[in-house]
């Protein structure tokens, strides 16, 4: 069977024979177990209604011991025999080009080189789902190559619904994930109804298949790095910033650092990871003593290096060594999985990392005991640096969140709705009023031909459209400007492309639509195939997260989520071939509600009206949210998008004196 024809043939009539378990694939953990046994029961029933009456009797004791075993029924038998990877756009089958470009993408999020836990489709943090089980994918995939560009396929958490009669301009496909009734949206409540099969967690751009590799988080995390150091006014060489975790997202912490060009020092208790990381080249120096450390970072200190240092141990001992040692620390932060505390996210100090997991699994009420009292120490570690003149910023992993609840001294003595805590997260005081505020996010964009050669040409096409805006640009963004532009000439050096043919690229309204228009030219010429836009769900607009990307909101709004539906609904109908809307991401399950979109450039001009209608809500949608909420660079952002188009008009902010509410 060709691969167009298993495609086309979905389901297959005739069960394929069970496949063994490949224990060298990356998997993912047992689930816990939650459902009662007539649950059980009702998850085996739902599982089953996928398949023909004649394979129940089959499927079903296969279906159970997969739920016993692993806590999900994952349909592996069905696991296609082809490779899973982003093809050239043209070798799928279908009627539609775009939903050609939505298989595509799906694949990329399922390729072994790019899916955390390939086999359990899941793509990255542990539990962002592309699909619940392989019939769901099976099923989409056949949805996709029968669509014409009259329908729309409408995606229930992984479960394609089925295709419905639209137009051409409607989205082709609309996702949804882990949509709850809020009452229902507790942790717990998705191990259950994920357990049952009728939702999913879809992190950000798992679920919306828009997921690219660990370029994304490389890019995002040299901007806050570079960024950092401008808050606190110095330049990157020969200064020090210290943080911990080498794992998915935080991995990529001292690549960035090298790129933004400091010393990185970060510590890790895994020695795996260490070495993977240190393998891949994004560490360039493994240290496991505490003195050699010192001598280390001091000669790199003196000799302004930039030079990337991964410490084999706890993060605590840095903090408390440095104190002792008279070392100051430029930049300060963590990127321990404080979300996940208790089950491995986050290791105590003064014990092995062979100790402390047996300790979790043996005794997790003394394994608790030990993180909080670490989460004191090292907090009060950092308190002393800071006393020193360290910046120090949350990263969005929930560290001060912990902390406090540990008892640690990191609250505000002088807290205000928004500022509870002692230190800012990176979106209060780095990305939220240096990026987002004034539109610049992360766009991106996947070359549709799959060639590399369609990369580099886009890649040039950016860089020239970027150069010339710089030439006009205000000055509040010339410094955004000129980090994109110094970002996309080296990107081909920084050879982050892992999967699709994909580039990252934080950019404003302005810049994404120049350059989205400048590719649908290029591709009408023939110069380039088509392209796939989209961006992370981390954006301007994208996501309502109180305690990270609308943690810069201060008007008490950054509890509430309009902007995110908002954006989706307004991305539907102003030409995104897919949105998408999710629970979850991130910072877990009922914490923050984001969303996302694709769109398909293929040179007509239909996709140009489309893009410039589209992009430019997409972004001031949510320049028009920050600026209500009285940021100032969003209310200076907003007010030259007014000037560039007259039907936009948005209601802005009166300023009330402080002295008047004195
Ligand atoms: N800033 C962002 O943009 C952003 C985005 C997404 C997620 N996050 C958050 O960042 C955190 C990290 O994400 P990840 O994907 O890298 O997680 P991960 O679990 O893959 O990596 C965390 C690493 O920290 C190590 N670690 C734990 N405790 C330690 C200690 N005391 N000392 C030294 N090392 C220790 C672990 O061994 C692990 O390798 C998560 O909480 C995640 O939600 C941040």
Known sequence: MTFKEAIQQGIPAILPAPKPYESEINHAPKRKEILTEEEKKLALKNALRYFEPQHHATLLPEFKEELEKYGRIYMYRFRPDYKMYARDINEYPGNSLQAKAIMMMIQNNLDYAVAQHPHELITY???????????????????????????????????????????????????????????????????????LGVTQYGQMTAGSY??????????????TV??????????????????????????????????????TVCAEVNPKITKIRHEQGWIHEVIQDLDELVTRVKKAQENKEVVSIAYLGNIVDVWEKFDTESIHIDLGSDQTSL??????????????????????ANQPELFKEKVQETLRLHAEAINKHTAKGTYFFDYGNAFLLEASRAGADVMNPNPTLGREFKYPSYVQDIMGPMCFDYGF???????????????QKTDNIACQVLEEMIKTSPEEIQQQMKDNIQWIRGAQENKLVVGSQARILYADAEGRTNIAKAFNDAIKSGKIGPVVLGRDHHDVS???????????IYDGSRFTADMAIQNVIGDSFRGATWVSIHNGGGV??????????????????????????????????????????RNEGAIFAIQRAMEAEPLLKVTLPNIVSDDLLM
């Open 588 to 629: 877990g399950w009922g914490e923050v509600i984001n969303g996302g979109f694709g769109m398909l450039l293929d040179g007509t001009p239909e996709a140009e009206q489309r893009l410039k209608s589209m992009l430019f809500w997409d972004v001031n949608n949510g320049i028009s949210r920050r600026s209500w909420a």
């Open 210 to 223: 828009m997921y690219i590799g660990p370029q994304g988080i490389v890019h995002g995390t040299t901007i």
């Open 339 to 360: 979300h996940n505390p208790w089950a491995g996210g986050y290791y105590p100090a003064g014990i092995s990392f062979e100790d402390a997991n047996e300790m979790m």
């Open 441 to 455: 996010g992360p766009f991106r964009w996947v070359c549709a031909s799959n060639n590399p050669e369609d990369l």
């Open 542 to 552: 994208g996501t309502d997260s109180p305690y990270r990307e609308t943690s810069n």
């Open 125 to 195: 943090g542990g539990n962002g789902a592309v699909f619940s089980n392989w019939a769901q994918y099976l099923l989409t995939m056949k949805y996709l190559s029968e669509m014409t560009d009259e329908q729309t396929l409408t995606m229930y958490s992984g479960h394609p619904m089925g295709l419905f009669p639209s137009h051409k301009n409607a989205p082709r496909v609309v996702v949804t994930n882990g949509m709850m009734i809020p009452n229902y949206s507790k942790p717990d409540d998705w191990e259950k109804f994920n357990a």
């Open 226 to 263: 570079l960024n950092g150091f401008r808050k606190i006014g110095k330049e990157p060489k020969g200064n020090l910033f210290v943080t911990s975790g080498l794992g998915g997202m935080s991995g990529a912490q001292p690549k960035a650092g090298t790129i933004a060009g400091c010393i």
